[in-house]
T-cell receptor
Framework: AQSVTQLGSHVSVSEGALVLLRCNYS??????LFWYVQYPNQGLQLLLK??????LVKGINGFEAEFKKSETSFHLTKPSAHMSDAAEYFC?????????????FGSGTRLLVRP | NAGVTQTPKFRILKIGQSMTLQCTQD?????MYWYRQDPGMGLKLIYY???????DKGEVPNGYNVSRSTTEDFPLRLELAAPSQTSVYFC?????????????FGPGTRLTVL
């Protein structure tokens, strides 16, 4: 079964600094990969996803992530943090369970943006 | 479109009480899910449904029940509430399989069992 590891439960950056949120998954078989964002008191919403093809995926709000098969990683980046980026970010990977596919979520990384 | 709506937003239960968390989606999605979110633990799948009349267990189904009589509604029933069920509950829906398609989430229900 797949597992997802997000390094760092909290990441703090200054406004305008690079954002790097790390995600590693366990399977050697390339899965579908997702990043979701959760703003305070809201449900999750999709930032971006990787299915096949180009390994650099662009999402909403200036975020992007790169699928690296050799490192089993799917790290999320943004060149310049904005105060509105403060939220919790979840990496998720598809996994075949019995006869269906499910999403397996990481434990989340809370991004704090300092003025 | 309202997307995915959940009621109530907050609820406090006493040990042993029962309640139903409501979830409705207006996107005509076949797939619907219930997750619980505990601090520092990410989301765990409780139950899911691939269409009206079809439900199946997820990772943490014990203590919960679901039904899916219509495409739009997917209520989650808690019987005999326990403190371990204190959590934030999210309902989600998707057009196709969760592993390949975007899931749309409701705003959540924060449940406390005392």
């Amino acid at each position: 079964a797949q597992s997802v590891t997000q390094l760092g439960s909290h990441v703090s950056v200054s406004e305008g600094a690079l954002v790097l949120l790390r995600c590693n998954y366990s399977s050697s078989v390339p899965p579908y990969l997702f990043w979701y964002v959760q703003y305070p008191n809201q449900g999750l919403q999709l930032l971006l996803k990787y299915t096949t093809g180009a390994t650099l995926v662009k999402g909403i709000n200036g975020f992007e992530a790169e699928f690296k098969k050799s490192e089993t990683s799917f790290h999320l980046t943004k060149p310049s943090a904005h105060m509105s980026d403060a939220a919790e970010y979840f990496c998720a990977v598809s996994d075949r369970v019995d006869s269906s596919y499910k999403l397996i979520f990481g434990s989340g990384t809370r991004l704090l943006v300092r003025p | 479109n309202a997307g995915v709506t959940q009621t109530p937003k907050f609820r406090i239960l006493k040990i042993g009480q029962s309640m139903t968390l409501q979830c409705t989606q207006d996107m005509n999605h076949n797939y619907m899910y219930w997750y619980r979110q505990d601090p520092g633990m990410g989301l765990k799948l409780i139950y899911y449904s691939v269409g009206a009349g079809i439900t199946d267990k997820g990772e943490v189904p014990n203590g919960y029940n679901v039904s899916r009589s219509t495409t739009e509604d997917f209520p989650l029933r808690l019987e005999l509430a326990a403190p371990s069920q204190t959590s934030v509950y999210f309902c989600a829906s998707s057009l196709g399989l969760a592993g390949f398609n975007e899931q749309f989430f409701g705003p959540g229900t924060r449940l406390t069992v005392l």
